[in-house]
Nanobody, 126 residues
Framework: QVQLVESGGGLVQAGGSLRLSCAASGRTFSRLAIGWFRQAPGKEREIVAA????????YYADSLKGRFTISRDNAKSTVYLQMGTLKFDATAFYYCAARQTSSVYVPQTAQEYDYWGPGTQVTVSS
């Protein structure tokens, strides 16, 4: 079992920045690929970014490349999502998810992840 807890969400003005954290426990963190997803009201859950267990591979949604950065600190069992130049459409509930992998593979769909955190709300205001 893997337990995930997100933190760092909140209210931020458009154009501002926010850093989310995903703390994991329960299994060897270095064996886990981690993904960030978000879901806005009335919309489907979508992937934001993901990182392989070895940090050598990352994936970003096309619309977020250059503004969002995913990173991980295996010593702290934590993955971060640095979000910059936030727009109104970034308002959503953000979730992190984990999957144990045996390679540098980066899962890119929600169905590929086995463990999910409860999420954290991000609201972008004017």
């Amino acid at each position: 079992q893997v337990q995930l807890v997100e933190s760092g969400g909140g209210l931020v003005q458009a154009g501002g920045s926010l850093r989310l954290s995903c703390a994991a426990s329960g299994r060897t963190f270095s064996r886990l690929a981690i993904g960030w997803f978000r879901q806005a009201p009335g919309k489907e859950r979508e992937i934001v970014a993901a990182i392989s267990r070895s940090i050598s591979n990352t994936y970003y949604a096309d619309s977020l490349k250059g503004r969002f950065t995913i990173s991980r600190d295996n010593a702290k069992s934590t993955v971060y999502l640095q979000m910059g130049t936030l727009k109104f459409d970034a308002t959503a509930f953000y979730y992190c998810a984990a999957r144990q992998t045996s390679s540098v593979y980066v899962p890119q769909t929600a169905q590929e992840y086995d463990y999910w955190g409860p999420g954290t709300q991000v609201t972008v205001s004017s």
